[in-house]
């Protein structure tokens, strides 16, 4: 089951990123992004209504102000140090909502989310190189 979620991941991404062949991404496609986002991490650390109601402004809160940080701060290391303070401050937000594990299984779920986004775009260039095929493959 956990496989062809992450193919369906796949799908979706390789899809609106085929739409258009600007590379800028647009409004959409970043919506689009943060709507698997969500549903990613919703799912890798299995959040019930309740505490969705009370993790997403906080975490919204979170990534706002690590995209500040990576928008303004051109120097690698003093931006690293700082998200990874702000990833330490809103850790004890996070563990009082869905507690010290599933904030550790958060953490892992953005890093793999990334880690396939990465992957999707590869295979967009790739096929792109190799004559714009349009043949996806999860494997």
Do not use: C
């Not at 689009?32 to 959040?47: D, G, R, T």
């Amino acid at each position: 089951m956990k496989n062809i979620y992450i193919a369906f991941i796949f799908l979706f991404i390789v899809g609106f990123a085929h739409a258009q062949e600007n590379p800028p991404m647009d409004n959409q496609k970043m919506q689009n992004i943060e709507a698997l986002k969500i549903a990613f991490i919703s799912k890798q650390i299995q959040l019930i209504p309740d505490e969705a109601e009370k993790f997403w402004p906080v975490y919204n809160q979170y990534t706002n102000e690590i995209h500040t940080v990576v928008k303004n701060d051109p120097d690698v290391l003093d931006r690293d140090q700082k998200i990874l303070d702000i990833r330490k401050s809103y850790n004890n937000q996070f563990i009082k909502i869905i507690g010290p594990e599933r904030t550790n299984h958060l953490f892992e779920a953005e890093g793999k989310f990334r880690q396939l986004l990465i992957q999707a775009i590869q295979r967009r260039q790739q096929n792109r190189q190799n004559g714009g095929g349009r043949n996806f493959n999860p494997n």
